[in-house]
T-cell receptor
Framework: GAVVSQHPSWVICKSGTSVKIECRSL??????MFWYRQFPKQSLMLMAT?????????EQGVEKDKFLINHASLTLSTLTVTSAHPEDSSFYIC??????????FGPGTRLTVL | GNSVTQMEGPVTLSEEAFLTINCTYT??????LFWYVQYPGEGLQLLLK?????DKGSNKGFEATYRKETTSFHLEKGSVQVSDSAVYFC??????????FGQGTILTVHP
């Protein structure tokens, strides 16, 4: 089946630093990638939709200057949390989708900001 | 806007018990409906889906029927196993690929 990886699986950083999370589709080309955020015991909230070679589309209430998304190739998207603060601590999940059909999810990245 | 409301958990069952996890939705248009499962330490996996009213999705003994009249997509399994212990998410999808998730239900099955 289709595999999506995320790196790192967990990261701890100091307040004010930036953190980059990678999302890769390992065995298919992803026209679209999605980034979600999940708080403990809560649902996944879509942050943004990323199409290869174009700017990401952010959901209402998501700061695009804080959560920088790059989708430079059909197998890689990155999410950079800039100037991270403790309230940014969360579980970040990506998914990747071929031209149509099912989304395939990565295992997630746990971010803790001290 | 679109929203999904899921039965709150956690749900604890004995092996071979009957499972129902309720899911209702609010949507504009004609969305597709999904159940995803997340096993410990793994990413979400699609369990089953239905793309139009009265469709029944099924997989691994799980079933759910797209009921437009009651805006529901309840997940059922006749006899659960310990290996079914996981978090289950109901989701609604648009043609553009956007998914709206319910809050998730933790299922624990004891031997």
């Amino acid at each position: 089946g289709a595999v999506v990886s995320q790196h790192p699986s967990w990261v701890i950083c100091k307040s004010g630093t930036s953190v980059k999370i990678e999302c890769r589709s390992l065995d298919f080309q992803a026209t679209t990638m999605f980034w979600y955020r999940q708080f403990p015991k809560q649902s996944l909230m879509l942050m943004a939709t990323s199409n290869e070679g174009s700017k990401a589309t952010y959901e209402q209430g998501v700061e695009k200057d804080k959560f920088l998304i790059n989708h430079a190739s059909l197998t890689l998207s990155t999410l950079t949390v800039t100037s991270a603060h403790p309230e940014d601590s969360s579980f970040y999940i990506c998914s990747a989708r071929p031209s149509e059909g099912e989304q395939f999810f990565g295992p997630g990245t746990r971010l803790t900001v001290l | 806007g679109n929203s999904v409301t899921q039965m709150e958990g956690p749900v604890t069952l004995s092996e071979e018990a009957f499972l129902t996890i309720n899911c209702t939705y609010t949507a504009t248009g004609y969305p597709s409906l999904f159940w995803y499962v997340q096993y410990p330490g793994e990413g979400l996996q699609l369990l089953l889906k239905a793309t139009k009213a009265d469709d029944k999705g099924s997989n691994k003994g799980f079933e759910a029927t797209y009921r437009k009249e009651t805006t529901s997509f309840h997940l059922e399994k006749g006899s659960v196993q310990v290996s079914d212990s996981a978090v289950y998410f109901c989701a609604l999808g648009t043609s553009y690929g956007k998914l709206t998730f319910g809050q998730g239900t933790i299922l624990t099955v004891h031997p």
